[in-house]
């Protein structure tokens, strides 16, 4: 899988947009970007996923550029229950691949 | 949904005692994940199980971890003897259509084994 790279942390205003970014510039043309996201003492939970158009669901939208070497993972209104560890995640949809996560962005929502 | 569910919530075991942990996929969902997260190694997979059959379980430390799915809504992980480095949280996930699909976990089982 792809080497990412997302900031350790990032700070966000309550109702405002949470913006996250990711870093993947070593990605290959059949992988998919993936966000995942962990709150505290609970287990991950998948958010999106896109491969090169923008995907949009009802927690958030996925923004991949055209280059598709970085995307940006949008909460549109932040709340307090947004607070977790952020995973931005590149991998195939085939083979037996492990679900990575690496040190990922601590979102802190301040009221 | 009731989404994954996993039990117990926590555990609290001796070394050496047999400790068994359990998971109740999402209805429908063909694939069961279990994983293991510590704060050194991370999110590990442990095995993982297509339609009720081990399909890779290379992820297992060794052999006093076995798995089991003996339905579609069922699952138990089980380690006898328990260390002390057997402490960690035990996720389990299931997917509808496969490991490198979106996955959905459940609440996790806290392994402190003394």
């Known amino acids: 899988d792809a080497k990412t790279t997302q900031p350790p942390s990032m700070d966000c205003a309550e109702g405002r947009a949470a913006n996250l970014p990711c870093n993947h510039s070593?990605?290959?043309?059949?992988?998919?970007v993936y966000w995942y996201r962990q709150i505290h003492s609970q287990g991950p939970q998948y958010i999106i996923h896109?491969?090169?158009n923008n995907e949009t669901n009802e927690m958030a939208s996925l923004i991949i550029t055209e280059d598709r070497k970085s995307s940006t993972l949008i909460l549109p209104h932040a709340t307090l229950r947004d607070t977790a560890v952020y995973y931005c995640?590149?991998?195939?949809?085939?083979?037996?691949?492990?679900?990575?996560f690496g040190k990922g962005t601590k979102l802190s929502v301040i009221p | 949904d009731a989404g994954v569910i996993q039990s117990p919530r926590h555990e609290v075991t001796e070394m050496g005692q047999e400790v068994t942990l359990r998971c109740k996929p999402i209805?429908?969902?063909?694939?069961l994940f279990w994983y293991r997260q510590t704060m050194m190694r991370g999110l590990e997979l442990l095995i993982y199980?297509?339609?009720?059959?081990?399909?890779?379980d290379s992820g297992m430390p060794e052999d006093r971890f076995s798995a089991k799915m003996p339905n579609a809504s069922f699952s138990t992980l089980k380690i006898q003897p328990s260390e002390p480095r057997d402490s960690a949280v035990y996720f389990c996930?299931?997917?509808?259509?496969?490991?490198?699909?979106?996955?959905?976990f459940g609440p996790g089982t806290r392994l402190t084994v003394t």
């Open positions: 199980f297509n339609n009720n059959v081990p399909i890779d």
């Open positions: 996930a299931s997917s509808l259509r496969g490991i490198n699909y979106e996955q959905y």
């Open positions: 995640i590149v991998r195939v949809r085939t083979g037996s691949y492990q679900l990575t």
């Open positions: 209805s429908g969902h063909d694939y």
């Open positions: 896109g491969l090169k």
């Open positions: 070593t990605i290959s043309g059949n992988e998919y």
